[in-house]
């Protein structure tokens, strides 16, 4: 059973940073794309940023881009996604996904295997 395990959301203020943990377990995690996504309220879930296996190659959503990085420690199965000058339209549920089928992620909600529980980001003005 993969398990994913979100960890570092929280309260902040515009401009501030904060660091978004994901330790999973019960997967060949390096064999994995990996994926944080979002939920604001009243919105559809939206891909942010995405890693992938192998080449550690890194995706973004526009609304992201040069802002939030996200990076993977193999060693310690987790992913990170660092997420710097903070606006309040960032806040929402983030949540961790992992796609272990073969061939290239599309970085698509219904691609994604594997879903953490979320962590709530809340930026305040």
């Known amino acids: 059973q993969v398990q994913l395990l979100e960890s570092g959301g929280g309260l902040v203020q515009a401009g501030e940073s904060l660091r978004l943990s994901c330790a999973a377990s019960?997967?060949?995690?390096?064999?994995?794309?990996m994926g944080w996504f979002r939920q604001a309220p009243g919105k559809e879930r939206e891909f942010v940023a995405g890693?992938?296996?192998?080449?550690?190659?890194?995706y973004y959503g526009d609304s992201v881009k040069g802002r939030f990085t996200i990076s993977r420690d193999n060693a310690k199965t987790t992913v990170y996604l660092q997420m710097n000058s903070l606006k309040p339209e960032d806040t929402a549920v983030y949540y961790c996904?992992?796609?272990?089928?073969?061939?290239?992620?599309?970085?698509?909600?219904?691609?994604?295997?594997?879903w953490g529980k979320g962590t709530l980001v809340t930026v305040s003005s």
């Open positions: 890693i992938i296996r192998g080449t550690g190659g890194t």
């Open positions: 019960g997967c060949t995690f390096s064999r994995c794309d």
């Open positions: 996904a992992a796609d272990s089928s073969l061939g290239l992620t599309n970085w698509n909600i219904n691609a994604m295997d594997y």
